[in-house]
Nanobody, 118 residues
């Protein structure tokens, strides 16, 4: 069973930066993609950013383009999310995902809270 663990969340003021980290462990097959989702209070979960290994494909939500950057270390099954110029609307629980290529199964972390407030 693949275990996914996020870290790095916290309370920051508008305009500040924060970096999230995620590690996927216990995979039987190669992890083909990792990414980040978020869910704000009262809203549905939405895609923030993803990166696929072999294709070097990156995808970002329109609301975070130019502010957030995803980076992945394939050898360590680790993914990062650098968040700059944070806004109050970025407040949410951020979830890390890891996809195992053979089974096409997506594993989810427990989430880490990011709160942007003055």
């Amino acid at each position: 069973q693949v275990q996914v663990v996020e870290s790095g969340g916290g309370l920051v003021q508008p305009g500040e930066s924060l970096k999230l980290s995620c590690i996927a462990s216990g995979a039987t097959f190669a992890i083909s993609a990792m990414g980040w989702y978020r869910q704000a209070l009262g809203k549905e979960r939405e895609l923030v950013a993803t990166e696929s290994g072999s294709s070097e494909f990156r995808d970002y939500a329109d609301s975070v383009k130019g502010r957030f950057t995803i980076a992945r270390d394939k050898a360590k099954n680790t993914v990062y999310l650098q968040m700059n110029s944070l806004k109050s609307e970025d407040t949410a629980v951020y979830y890390c995902t890891a996809e195992e290529w053979s089974s096409a199964t997506t594993y989810w972390g427990q989430g880490t809270q990011v709160t942007v407030s003055s």
